[in-house]
């Protein structure tokens, strides 16, 4: 068996993974990244984050279309060609992998093509996909595994009728009829592409409301969109018992009241939540720990209970998020560098990527109120916004909540089209200490949907130029 040395191996490519393996190199170490991949890229490039956005880029495109028949202007009903469609979403996949291998080579990194466990606290076997085992060495290493979807029992991936959330991005059928198990943004997102595709598409959740922790102000706008994009949304209520048939697959409903009636669906999507990768690592020959829903536990450095082993992204915990793994990254590396940072983000944002986009950062309105804290929140309705008229989008709110005393932006969410885009404002004023005088003094372009942040903080002083609040006396 060969064996070799690396001052630091990363296992996993995935947003943590060459984020931490290409800030290392730049930062003069020698890396090896482990992934079994061709290029780097993990759940979020190859079917997670970036196929579902091109696909709600031309499910976006094919709603403006039907909008516009409110204006006059009418198109023809669109026809896919699903074989064009895979092919752009996988050209779009493989420009991004494709640019991420260029710079696995410009930055020296040794992408061992593997599957990694760990001996000890020290050694790593590598597992190549014909089988042949290989001895790994390190001075540090970070894990970056990711997460995989929760199954349900009885809904056995792959099986005919059954999809998670890779099948529905392989694309290779628009069911007539789909059902989607899980009102979270994964759920609502496919079901989303799949119902302006052309699908009749149902939804079933659990929990009383869809996006279950997400600030239920703003899911009202989506709720409401959703409530006409899909055929049918079923709250409280869990889908059991599937029964393959000739013609489809037999989903019973329960409920606590009035579960509808069993009914036959082409495929089901099941996107009920992921966890983590952690088992299969060997991490039992390790000191590294993990809490009872298989997260590695780390400190605030992302290290691990074993001195020499990081853990970062999914695998370390909530947020499952691209951005927060990269993040976590940054830190782990600079502390192998020796640099004494933390992880101690104040914002981290989240977007669902739907029709309208819901994204928030830092606070909630919720959070702040569990905490009992000295908090204002401020409201702009779109109705009140003239880029949001322009553009025949008024159903949409932008909403800050504020400490009461410092008068800083703790935390914003937003509900409308191209949130997503517009958080990251949010985000640096949040981080930055920006109180609500120092947005509204910051000149916003007009007409843009940015000035709607603009206006929510000039409500905190009654000064709101579109809407009229006046300032409440305590
Ligand atoms: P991953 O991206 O999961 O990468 C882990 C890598 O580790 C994989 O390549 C895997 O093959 C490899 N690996 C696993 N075990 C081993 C081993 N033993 N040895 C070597 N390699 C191993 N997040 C967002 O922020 N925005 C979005 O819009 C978004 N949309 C999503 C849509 C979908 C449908 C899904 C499923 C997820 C989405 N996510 C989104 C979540 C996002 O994909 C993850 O948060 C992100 O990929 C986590 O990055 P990571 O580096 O921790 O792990």
């Known amino acids: 068996m060969t064996e070799q040395h690396a001052q630091l191996v990363v296992i996993g490519g995935g947003p943590g993974g060459y984020a931490a393996a290409f800030l290392a190199a730049d930062m003069g170490m020698s890396v090896t990244l482990v ?22 880029h031309v499910s976006r495109v094919i709603n403006e279309t039907r909008e516009a028949e409110s204006w006059g202007v009418h198109f023809a009903r669109p026809t896919i060609e699903l074989d064009r469609l895979r092919a752009w979403k996988e050209q779009v996949v493989g420009q991004l992998t494709g640019g991420l291998g260029q710079l696995v080579k410009q930055r020296k990194v040794n992408h061992v093509h593997a599957r990694a466990a760990f001996r000890d606290d020290t050694t790593l076997v590598l597992t190549d996909e014909k089988g042949s085992e290989s001895i790994l060495t390190y001075d540090h290493a970070i894990i970056a595994t990711g997460s995989r979807p929760v199954t349900i029992p009885g809904f056995a991936p792959g099986a005919g009728h059954i999809w998670y959330s890779r099948q529905a991005l ?26 302006t595709l052309g699908s009749e598409v149902t939804v079933a959740e659990m929990m009383p409301t869809l996006l279950p922790g ?92 074993a001195q020499r082993i990081f853990a970062i992204g999914d695998v370390a915990g909530e947020p499952m998020l691209a951005h927060k793994a990269s993040y976590e990254a940054r830190i ?54 003239g880029r949001a008229a322009t553009l025949g ?24 089209p191209g949130a997503g885009e517009m958080i990251a404002e949010a985000v640096v004023a949040i981080e930055m200490g920006a109180n609500v005088t120092d947005l509204g003094l910051c000149i916003h372009p007009h007409p843009t949907l940015s000035e709607t942040i603009k206006e929510a903080a000039e409500i905190f002083h009654g000064t709101a130029t579109h809407i009229f609040r006046p300032k409440r006396t305590k």
Do not use: H
């Not at 600079?334 to 940072?341: C, P, R, S």
């Not at 606070?363 to 409201?379: C, I, N, S």
């Not at 989008?393 to 932006?409: C, F, N």
């Open 35 to 56: 992934d079994p991949e061709a290029n780097p890229g993990g759940t979020c490039l190859y079917r997670g984050c970036i196929p579902s956005k091109a696909l709600l």
């Open 393 to 416: 989008r008024s159903d949409g709110m932008t909403k800050l909540v504020i400490d009461s005393d410092s008068e800083r932006i703790l935390g914003a969410g937003i509900a409308g």
């Open 170 to 195: 392989d694309l290779n059928e628009i069911p007539k009829r789909l059902l989607v198990i899980g009102g979270g943004y994964i759920g609502l997102e496919l079901g989303s592409v799949y119902a």
């Open 214 to 305: 997400v600030d239920r102000e703003l899911v009202r706008f989506l709720s409401k969109r959703l409530g006409d994009t899909f055929k049918d949304i079923l709250l409280q209520t869990r889908a059991v018992n599937p029964k393959v048939q000739k013609n489809g697959i037999k989903i019973t409903f329960e409920a606590e009241k009035g579960a509808p009636a069993p009914q036959l669906f082409d495929k089901v999507l099941v996107a009920v939540g992921r966890r983590p990768v952690s088992d299969g690592l060997g991490l039992e020959n390790t000191d590294v720990k993990c809490d009872d829903r298989g997260f590695i536990q780390t400190d605030e450095q992302r290290k691990t209970a």
């Open 332 to 385: 782990a590396v600079e502390v192998i560098a020796g640099l004494n940072v933390r992880y101690e983000p104040a914002a981290i944002p989240a977007v669902v990527f739907t029709d309208p986009e819901i994204a928030w950062a830092g606070l909630t309105e919720a959070q702040a109120k569990a905490g009992g804290m000295a908090v204002q929140v401020t409201r702009f309705p779109w109705a009140a916004s």
